[in-house]
T-cell receptor, first 112, second 112 residues
Framework: GDSVTQMEGPVTLSEEAFLTINCTYT??????LFWYVQYPGEGLQLLLK?????DKGSNKGFEATYRKETTSFHLEKGSVQVSDSAVYFC???????????FGKGTSLLVTP | EADIYQTPRYLVIGTGKKITLECSQT?????MYWYQQDPGMELHLIHY???????EKGDLSSESTVSRIRTEHFPLTLESARPSHTSQYLC???????????FGPGTRLLVL
């Protein structure tokens, strides 16, 4: 079935460093792809999404491009801040449409 | 900003107690979901609903039950709590035909 694989954490970066969190997927159809973020003690928030190949989702300085040829949706940010410390989840919508399929999450810690 | 609420936020109870975790949303969404999030952060879908009087089990087998008597309300019940139920429980909702899910803040459950 459809699945998502994202890089294992924790990822530790200094403030203003460049961030990449890798996400690859397997799917039989044409899923939509998502990045969610979970700050400590909170639920998940939608960060960005892309619904078709070559679409770029962006929000709060984060970007991800839907690459069908490499089945990837890597999350990037040019300059991270301490406030970006959180857990990031990659997800896809299954063909059945009943739920999102989440990756295992990547913890990011940004130090001053 | 999504309007989805969960109560209680934190709960510590003894083994064998019956508990109900509340989830409400004010967005009129037809679809609602319960996820269990383990300490390793991974999310597991345990229940979902397409609308009033519709409930389905998710990918992860759970001893909990749910009901959907009103569109806005999707409570989860554990008849007899056990230490293995210790986890964070996240509720989410989405519009029918739209894949984006909106999450509540979660309930952290500790069963002693």
């Amino acid at each position: 079935g459809d699945s998502v694989t994202q890089m294992e954490g924790p990822v530790t970066l200094s403030e203003e460093a460049f961030l990449t969190i890798n996400c690859t997927y397997t799917a039989t159809g044409y899923p939509s792809l998502f990045w969610y973020v979970q700050y400590p003690g909170e639920g998940l928030q939608l960060l960005l999404k892309a619904t078709k190949a070559d679409d770029k989702g962006s929000n709060k300085g984060f970007e991800a491009t839907y690459r069908k040829e490499t089945t990837s949706f890597h999350l990037e940010k040019g300059s991270v801040q301490v406030s970006d410390s959180a857990v990031y989840f990659c997800a896809l919508s299954e063909d059945s449409g009943y739920a999102l399929n989440f990756g295992k999450g990547t913890s990011l810690l940004v130090t001053p | 900003e999504a309007d989805i609420y969960q109560t209680p936020r934190y709960l510590v109870i003894g083994t064998g107690k019956k508990i109900t975790l509340e989830c409400s949303q004010t967005m009129g969404h037809d679809k609602m979901y319960w996820y269990q999030q383990d300490p390793g952060m991974e999310l597991h879908l345990i229940h979902y609903s397409y609308g009033v009087n519709s409930t389905e089990k998710g990918d992860l087998s759970s001893e909990s039950t749910v009901s959907r008597i009103r569109t806005e309300h999707f409570p989860l019940t554990l008849e007899s709590a056990r230490p293995s139920h210790t986890s964070q429980y996240l509720c989410a909702s989405s519009e029918f035909g739209v894949e984006t899910q909106y999450f509540g803040p979660g309930t952290r459950l500790l069963v002693l």
